[in-house]
């Protein structure tokens, strides 16, 4: 149940956001967000301002519809508007429209996390299926975007498969993001690293070297990675995500848009409901009877 109004704000927005932009990446952390604000403002200002917008659009409509205070200060209501503010910011042309396009976007984001929240359980958990929602919406009706090409580099192609996490191609943006999940979580970010190496080999083994050097092999990845390391799971469980987030790219490579963070969601999801499932069939796992 909630109020529709102001009240119970978050004692330090600043911290909310910039956890908003470090829950992006499943982690909670305000260097580690002010890292990836970093990233974004040096790399790609342009798109600063729909980050930002996005991600106060999030929290604002969160707090006028009441959601819980902890999850707002915890950022879990701005990091899909800080995603679809980038991406509107990326991919349509400037006008009088845009700003209040991705505060709508930003604010629906909040709604869309909030009932995914309460109706997902454990099983179907929200990460960034609201982003994708609203994101292929938009890619609908903007114009494809010119190929990019980008000269073979390892090391570039590892940084930019953690920047496009934030549909950044800069390497720097790569390195800003590492820095500010090493600070949060040295653990999970090296596992981050592991994910966006493994995507870009997986890539060029498939013959998709300009994909591998872009680092859009990677970032599914690198978030699958995320995903299961965090809590410091067991080093097969985080590779089994990898794999599986890999598999499922050429899938949504398909699609007449980009599948954005899809392979990334559907992967956990399946991880999820893969242990559910093996729980269920152990034994040891039942409930025992009352006596």
């Known amino acids: 149940m909630y109020t529709k109004n102001f009240v119970n704000p978050c004692p330090d927005w600043a911290t909310a956001l910039l956890n908003g932009f470090s829950q992006v990446l499943l982690l909670r952390n305000p260097l580690c967000g002010l890292c990836c604000l970093l990233a974004i403002l040096l790399t790609a200002p342009a798109l600063v301002g729909g980050a930002l917008l996005g991600a106060l659009a999030g929290l604002l409509t969160a707090q006028r519809r009441g ?51 309460k109706r997902g359980g454990k099983l179907l958990v929200a990460y960034t299926a609201p982003f994708v929602l609203l994101g292929w919406a938009v890619l609908v009706v903007a114009e494809p975007a010119a190929a990019v090409y980008v000269e073979a580099d390892p090391l570039y192609a590892l940084l930019r498969g953690v920047g496009q996490i934030f549909v950044l191609d800069k390497p720097m943006a790569g390195l800003l993001i590492v820095i500010g999940m090493y600070f949060a979580n040295p653990y999970a970010a090296t596992w981050a690293v592991i994910g966006s190496m493994i995507g870009g080999g997986v890539a060029l083994l498939a013959g998709e070297g300009q994909a591998a050097w872009m680092g859009l092999y990677g970032f599914n990845a690198a978030l699958a990675a995320l995903a299961f390391s965090r809590q410091g799971e067991r080093p097969w469980v985080t590779l089994l995500a990898i794999a599986i987030a890999l598999l499922l790219q050429p899938l949504f490579n398909q699609m007449p848009v980009a599948g954005l963070t899809a392979p990334f969601v559907v992967a956990c999801w399946l991880m999820h409901l893969g242990t559910h499932s093996a729980q269920l069939g152990n034994p040891r796992n039942a409930p025992h009877s009352s006596k």
């Open 67 to 117: 959601y819980d205070r902890a999850d707002r200060q915890a950022g879990l209501y701005c990091y899909n508007g800080v995603l679809i503010g980038i991406l509107i910011s990326a991919v349509l042309p400037w006008s009088a429209i845009l700003p209040p396009l991705i505060i709508a976007a930003g604010g629906l984001s909040s709604m869309l996390t909030h009932q995914w929240r």
